[in-house]
């Protein structure tokens, strides 16, 4: 049973735009929304995280919106940059599997120069 | 670098056999989680330790176990090997007890059965 969807597989963006990834989650215990970075050969890079107390969270040029009645949370990447190509994952924790992250199928994303 | 050490970075090995991966976690840091990751599956989680003792199970199979040692490094050994458990396997390590926050990974061992 998958319990994060991620869409799309890929995703190819010229530099400078906006890549947007989704992931819907199924188990309303999830408390904690993780996105992982994972360039060929390494390990997977937290990059950004939300609670569902809050709508919006922005670092940098990575924002996740979350929104709870629909179970679903997003990851957006502006002015996206070529050292951006890479795969993300989407996850997610909480209530009695909170010792684990449950996983996306991942995005790799392509940005074009 | 993560801080978090996995060794060896590749491993070929033929059906059947047994192999034993390695992972030293960041200093400082209590808990070792193991992660699965294939092109069908995904990353799954396979089992967490904290400071030498067994804390969490998930899919991991009955031919998969790991320890973790004093130092708190930790092996995860996989035996009878199928064709079926060539993947990623990564190790990530977190100062808590509970709850994957603050996670580091490593950068993994790939292995191939043949």
């Known amino acids: 049973q998958q319990q994060v969807k991620q869409s799309p597989q890929s995703l190819i963006v010229q530099k400078g735009g906006i890549s947007i990834i989704n992931c819907a989650y199924e188990n309303t215990a999830f408390d904690y929304f993780p996105w992982y970075q994972q360039f060929p050969g390494k390990g997977p890079a937290l990059l950004i995280a939300i609670r569902p107390d809050v709508s919006e969270k922005k670092e940098g040029r990575f924002t996740i919106s979350f929104n709870k009645s629909a179970k679903q949370f997003s990851l957006h990447i502006m002015d996206s940059q070529p050292g951006d190509s890479a795969t993300y994952f989407c996850a997610a924790s909480g209530g009695g599997s909170n010792y684990k992250l449950t996983f996306g199928k991942g995005t790799l994303l392509t940005v074009n120069p | ?114």
Do not use: M
Not at chain 2, 26 to 38: C, E, K, M
Not at chain 2, 81 to 87: F, K, N, P, Q, R
């Open chain 2, 1 to 114: 670098d993560s801080g978090v050490t996995q060794t060896p970075k590749h491993l070929i090995t033929a059906t059947g056999q047994r192999v034993t991966l390695r992972c030293s976690p960041r200093s400082g840091d209590l808990s070792v989680y193991w992660y699965q990751q294939s092109l069908d599956q995904g990353l799954q989680f396979l089992i967490q330790y904290y400071n030498g003792e067994e804390r969490a199970k998930g899919n991991i199979l009955e031919r998969f176990s790991a320890q973790q040692f004093p130092d708190l490094h930790s092996e995860l050994n996989l035996s009878s090997l199928e064709l079926g458990d060539s993947a990623l396997y990564f190790c990530a390590s977190s100062v808590r007890i509970r709850g994957p926050y603050g996670y580091t990974f490593g950068s993994g061992t790939r292995l191939t059965v043949v």
